[in-house]
């Protein structure tokens, strides 16, 4: 029996393990070229969060001040912004593979200036390199998904994606604490970036083998994508928006909160911080399951639910057991991320599909830029105030995406 891939045909194989390996598959929503842009992540991710996580500290010991320290934050979410249209515009006009490999040969030289850097400005320069592998590849990612799979099966497709790219999160930072405790920070640092590297090789070879149908060139300007948005998508955009200022306000103070206000050890707040993320690994599969039959609109209301009450549930109590249950709730905030991402793919023009991930994610992104900044002027009134304030401003979000989007059109 033969199956149709792309422009190729493939002999489908025959017995048991072939008809288990099916149904696992599809089951996951796991096709060739998502598992290999999936995998490609993953790989990646695997090295750079042995070190990511402990930059501040490292610039601190190249002999940055605070100052820089924070205006490398800054030139982070810049760059994070402003990748993001011009990765999605090469994914469409290069091809997915192509682009793929372009971001990660850059993300590789980023790496090399982050191991040979002598003093902590070259960090700088090292940065605008490695994220192109984030920001520019987070487009290609979405396409991807969306070229490869069905409508109804892009949810868990995306879960997929999420899980992979998140399980790193929770193992390196543990593998690369400890190897920073036993050889020293910078040395701990390039032993990471080391590894950091023969790992892109191999993710390398997974991208050689994306077997994806370039999209046809055409000459429409990001003026011409905007007006390409779906109208649900825009109003999906607004209410992300108002969801991320109640995210952006309050998240990068929780650390702060729970440790010098509620009086939780470093040590303890790792394990929280493993909670929330292993909270969301496991409520990735069942929700994006049922999502893809009964629809997405209640599960993207009950993300935007949950991140109103996170930044509430950590301020209404101080003991360890009380912000471990707050901690779960900040992990069931990804329940609906996977159908809010394959709600992005849905209502994007094939062959505008990466320019328009692009062109979302970086209106998002500038809109919530000053929402930290916020947080900071309202933490200096009082500590719970930016925390509350998050929180109402969550509950807008919520009920602006309920009353504006469509039960039919987000499904």
């Known amino acids: 029996m033969r199956l149709r891939f792309g422009q190729r045909a493939i002999r489908e194989e025959t017995g048991p393990g072939a008809s288990i390996q099916k149904k696992i598959t599809e089951h996951l929503g796991i096709e060739r070229n998502v598992a290999a842009a999936s995998g490609a992540v993953f790989l990646v991710g695997l090295g750079e969060e042995l070190w990511k996580k402990f930059l501040p500290k490292y610039l601190e010991s190249l002999g940055a001040s605070v100052t820089a320290v924070g205006l490398f934050g800054t030139a982070e979410d810049f760059f994070d912004?402003?990748?993001?249209?011009?990765?999605?515009w090469l994914a469409d006009h290069w091809g997915r593979r192509r682009a793929f490999l372009t971001f990660l040969a850059a993300a590789i030289a980023g790496y090399f200036i982050y191991l040979f850097s002598p003093t902590w400005p070259y960090l700088f320069l090292g940065l605008a390199f490695v994220m192109t592998w984030q920001a520019m590849g987070s487009p290609a990612i979405f396409a991807t998904i969306g070229d490869a799979l069905p409508k109804e099966r892009r949810a868990m497709g995306f879960t997929v994606q999420s899980m992979l790219k998140r399980i790193p999160m929770v193992v390196s930072p543990l593998i690369g604490g400890a190897m920073m405790g036993a050889l020293g920070l910078q040395r701990g640092v390039r032993i990471g970036l080391l590894v950091t590297l023969a790992l892109a090789g191999f993710a390398t070879a997974l991208l050689l083998s994306l077997r994806l149908p370039d999209m046809a060139r055409d000459t429409v300007r990001m003026s011409?994508?905007?007006?390409s948005f779906h109208p649900t998508l825009k109003r999906l955009l607004v209410s992300d928006i108002v969801i991320?200022?109640?995210?952006?306000?309050a998240d990068i103070f929780v650390v702060l909160y729970v440790t010098n206000v509620?009086?939780?050890t470093i040590p303890k707040y790792g394990i929280l911080v493993a909670i929330q993320l292993m909270t969301a690994i496991v409520i990735y599969i069942p929700s994006a399951k049922i999502a893809d039959r009964i629809?997405?609109?209640?599960?993207?209301?009950?993300?935007f639910l949950c991140f109103a009450l996170f930044p509430v549930?950590?301020?209404l109590t101080r003991s360890f057991r009380g912000l471990a249950f707050a901690f779960v709730i900040g992990g069931l905030r990804e329940i609906g991320e996977p159908s809010r991402k394959a709600m992005i793919v849905d209502f994007a023009e094939q062959q505008l599909r990466a320019r328009t991930v692009g062109?979302?994610?970086?209106?998002?992104s500038l809109s919530i830029t000053p929402a930290s900044?916020?947080?900071?002027?309202l933490w200096r009134m009082r500590p719970e105030t930016p925390f509350v304030t998050a929180g109402i401003i969550g509950i807008l979000g919520t009920f602006l995406f309920a009353a504006t989007v469509k039960e039919k059109n987000a499904s």
């Open 359 to 364: 062109l979302y994610y970086l209106v998002r």
């Open 313 to 315: 549930a950590v301020i």
């Open 373 to 377: 900044a916020i947080g900071g002027l």
């Open 244 to 249: 991320r200022m109640c995210e952006g306000m």
């Open 81 to 88: 912004a402003s990748y993001q249209y011009p990765g999605g």
């Open 224 to 227: 011409g994508v905007w007006r």
């Open 295 to 303: 629809g997405r609109k209640p599960f993207v209301i009950a993300t």
């Open 262 to 264: 509620s009086l939780i």
